[in-house]
């Protein structure tokens, strides 16, 4: 995989960013302990193709606020993956487009809201994801502190699909995080529609960080 970015700066506060890959996909079968029914067919021992994704990123930003909006494609060379001997047109990967927004708000030095939206489709599949986290960090009395929570609802083809309340806390740069994720799908279908997710994560400053960041700001799903 091969990546390049590129970012424009439009006054002080507004960034126009680019983003392009260009891959290499590359899988093998061993055939040799295959065995069919029916006379075997012809096929390869690999499935190779190349394929190419695009970014475009918008940011804009205030001493208490920030906002981010991006668009991307991915598989946009439309590679097919298959073992068989012909070209098999009904192995080739669907393009892939995303989009989202992410709004953080400073309302002081001590509480932050960052909402989001995330929205992504493929093959006449669709997928969003909504909602918003929660930042306060004990400036006072522990400095070094941040305690954060959120909820997301990802919602599929206008079907409310499932909720996913977190919370965490971030010590010295090292963050714990759980999050919960009930599905309203599987419920329907009588099996068990409960993930409980787990995260340890060590988080380096970037340079342009001040004071209260968004390092205490992540979507379970993005």
């Known amino acids: 995989m091969l990546s390049l970015a590129y970012g424009l700066k439009f006054e002080d506060n507004h960034i126009l960013s680019f983003g392009a890959q260009g891959m290499y996909y590359g899988s093998s079968l061993n055939t040799e302990s295959l065995n069919f029914a029916t006379p075997n067919p012809i096929l390869f021992n690999s499935s190779k193709y190349y394929d190419f994704n695009i970014g475009l990123n918008y940011h ?8 981010d909006f991006g668009i991307s494609g991915h598989q946009l060379l439309g590679g097919v993956e298959s073992f ?19 709004i953080e708000w400073a309302f002081n030095d001590e509480l932050k809201i960052m909402p989001g939206f995330f929205g992504g489709y493929q093959a006449g599949a669709t997928n969003f994801l909504i909602g918003s986290n929660v930042g306060f960090q004990l400036r006072d ?15 599929n083809k206008l079907n409310y699909e499932s909720i996913m309340p977190l919370i965490g806390v971030e010590m010295s740069k090292v963050r714990f995080m759980i999050s919960y ?14 993930t409980i997710e787990m995260s340890i994560s060590y988080r380096i400053p970037s340079p342009r960080e001040r004071g ?6 992540f979507n379970p799903r993005f």
């Open 60 to 67: 804009i930003e205030s001493e208490m606020n920030r906002i």
């Open 84 to 102: 068989k001997s012909t070209n098999d047109s009904s192995n080739k990967v669907p393009k892939y487009y995303k989009a989202y927004s992410i």
């Open 141 to 155: 009395e522990l400095p070094n502190i941040i305690l954060f929570a959120g909820i997301w609802n990802r919602i």
């Open 181 to 194: 994720d009930h599905s309203f799908s599987l419920n329907k279908l009588n099996s068990t529609p409960n």
């Open 212 to 217: 209260f960041s968004d390092c205490f700001m």
